[in-house]
C-alpha cells in the first residue's frame, strides 16, 4: 500500500520558518518525481515546488528564494524548507509521488502563517 505522510504543519509568525516532511512508503521513492502542492480556502491547488529523480528542482515564482525542496533516497522522505513565511503562504500542503504511469496524494498538513 503506498502511503504518503505529511508532518511539520502549524501556525507560524509572519517571518518565520517551518520544515515540512513527507514520508513514502509501499513505493521505490527514488523513482518518482516528487511535489509539494498547496490549497488555499476558496483557492485551487497550486504547485509550490518539484523535485525530479535526478535531483532537478523547479519552484513558483511566489516562493522563489524562500522555500527550498530536498529529497533523501536513503529515508524515502521529501523536504520542503520554507523561510520568510507571508500569510499568504496559509493553505493545506500536499506531498505528491508521480511518474507517468501514477500519481500519489498525502493527506496534507496545515500550515497558518499569522501574528
Known amino acids: ?32 518525481n516528487m511535489g509539494w502542492y498547496r490549497q488555499a480556502p476558496g483557492k485551487q491547488r497550486e504547485l509550490v515546488a518539484t523535485i525530479t529523480s535526478g535531483g532537478s528542482t523547479n519552484y513558483a515564482d511566489s516562493v522563489k528564494v524562500r522555500f527550498t525542496i530536498s529529497r533523501d533516497n536513503a529515508r524515502n522522505t521529501v523536504y520542503l524548507q520554507m523561510n520568510s513565511l507571508k500569510p499568504e503562504d496559509t493553505a493545506v500542503y500536499y506531498c505528491n ?7 500519489y496524494w498525502g493527506q496534507g498538513t496545515q500550515v497558518t502563517v499569522s501574528s
Do not use: D, K, M, N
Open 97 to 103: 509521488a508521480a511518474t507517468t504511469f501514477a500519481s
Open 1 to 32: 500500500q503506498v502511503q504518503l505522510v505529511e508532518s511539520g504543519g502549524g501556525l507560524v509568525q509572519p517571518g518565520g520558518s517551518l520544515r515540512l516532511s513527507c514520508a513514502v512508503s509501499g513505493i521505490i521513492s527514488h523513482l518518482y
